[in-house]
Every structure is written in structure tokens, then in C-alpha cells.
T-cell receptor, first 116, second 113 residues
Framework: DVKVTQSSRYLVKRTGEKVFLECVQDMDHENMFWYRQDPGLGLRLIYFSYDVKMKEKGDIPEGYSVSREKKERFSLILESASTNQTSMYLC???????????????FGSGTRLTVV | DQQVKQNSPSLSVQEGRISILNCDYTNSMFDYFLWYKKYPAEGPTFLISISSIKDKNEDGRFTVFLNKSAKHLSLHIVPSQPGDSAVYFCAARRYNQGGKLIFGQGTELSVKP
């Protein structure tokens, strides 16, 4: 059974802490993504990566960074956590970027982060 | 700039009836549209998709309709079942931006027995 695994389901961190959210996929997918989900705002893209050591900003990258040292692992880093980063964080992966390819994301189960 | 919009935050239907979830988009460069379903405390799962060159795609109880002139798509679930109760996200892909999907705000569907 193919999977995207997020290291923590629930996390509580203090304001100002550096926070690492880890995501691992076992499908040999090229593309990996980090989204956050907030009520009324849907899923918003934070960062994504099309290849190892490659990253691109999404729609809301401020306050975040990412790391992709290996193909299967994509980490989201909150440099200095703030209360407005309390959210559900979702990692996803997908295969290929071919025009017309009918593919979608495989999501992890999410990490519910609370910053106090 | 919300390029994909789901204007109904919630929808309640009776078991056995039809559920219709709507989605509007603004960018004519989108080439694929997808629907995802999300249960609480789980990640979204892929439900059904449609290419921009088609106007309908059907998979069992689920049918997606695309009206390109109106920049509108809808998901029909017939018949609705209590297990369909979840949040449904519409998503769109822009052909020259690789795998990146843009999601709507989501619609919470409640199917009552």
C-alpha cells in the first residue's frame, strides 16, 4: 500500500521555537508539496519541490522554509513559530508533470500543529 | 486572488437523494480539474477528475461536469450515502506549472439518514 507518512499527528510548540515537520513517501514520486488547511481558506500551498535539492515557493511561504535532501523526504521548517501558524499541515506527493497526465496527489494524514 | 472558489461552505442532503457540489474558477489556463474528499483527522483522498477537453466524467455514483464557457464545474453524487459525509475540495491544475494544484475552500457535505 503506497503511502505518504507525516511524522507527527499532533504537535504543540511554543512561540519562537524552531519546528520541523517531516514527510516521507515510498512511491518514488518526483513532486512533493506542503499545504496548510484552515477553515474557510481551504488548502494553501506553502512550498513544493520537483526534485532533490530543488524547491519553489508556493502562495504563502513567509515564515517557512523547506529541505529536500533525498527524493523520498520533504521537510517543512518553521523558523520561529508564531500563533498564526497554528494549523493543519498536509504533505502530498505526485508523479510526473507530463502534459495531459491524469494524476493527482497522494496526501499524508496531516499534522495538527498548535503554537502557544 | 482566489482562482478556485467553492462558494458553499456546507451542504446538507437526505440519504438517497442527489448531492451537487459546485466550484468556479477564474483561470482559463487550467487543464485538469480534480475533486478530493477529506474526513476529519485524515488527509484528502482523490475522488474523480476531468480534463478540460471533456465536459463529463463518471465513476460509479460520482459524476463531474465541466462548463468551460461558464468556468464552472460540479460534482454530483447519486444516490448520496451517510458515508459520503466529508469535506470536498475542488482543485485545478495549470498545464505549464507542472504538478501544482490550486484548491478551493472546500464544502462540507452532510448526508442525513
Amino acid at each position: 500500500d503506497v503511502k505518504v507518512t507525516q511524522s507527527s499527528r499532533y504537535l504543540v510548540k511554543r512561540t519562537g521555537e524552531k519546528v520541523f515537520l517531516e514527510c516521507v513517501q515510498d512511491m518514488d514520486h518526483e513532486n512533493m508539496f506542503w499545504y496548510r488547511q484552515d477553515p474557510g481558506l481551504g488548502l494553501r500551498l506553502i512550498y513544493f519541490s520537483y526534485d532533490v535539492k530543488m524547491k519553489e515557493k508556493g502562495d504563502i511561504p513567509e515564515g517557512y522554509s523547506v529541505s529536500r535532501e533525498k527524493k523520498e523526504r520533504f521537510s517543512l521548517i518553521l523558523e520561529s513559530a508564531s500563533t498564526n501558524q497554528t494549523s493543519m499541515y498536509l504533505c502530498a506527493s505526485s508523479a510526473g508533470t507530463g502534459l495531459g497526465a491524469n494524476y493527482g496527489y497522494t496526501f499524508g494524514s496531516g499534522t495538527r500543529l498548535t503554537v502557544v | 486572488d482566489q482562482q478556485v472558489k467553492q462558494n458553499s461552505p456546507s451542504l446538507s442532503v437526505q440519504e438517497g437523494r442527489i448531492s451537487i457540489l459546485n466550484c468556479d474558477y477564474t483561470n482559463s489556463m487550467f487543464d485538469y480539474f480534480l475533486w478530493y474528499k477529506k474526513y476529519p483527522a485524515e488527509g484528502p483522498t482523490f475522488l474523480i477528475s476531468i480534463s478540460s477537453i471533456k465536459d463529463k466524467n463518471e465513476d460509479g455514483r460520482f459524476t463531474v461536469f465541466l462548463n468551460k464557457s461558464a468556468k464552472h464545474l460540479s460534482l454530483h453524487i447519486v444516490p448520496s450515502q451517510p458515508g459520503d459525509s466529508a469535506v470536498y475540495f475542488c482543485a485545478a491544475r495549470r498545464y505549464n506549472q507542472g504538478g501544482k494544484l490550486i484548491f478551493g475552500q472546500g464544502t462540507e457535505l452532510s448526508v442525513k439518514p
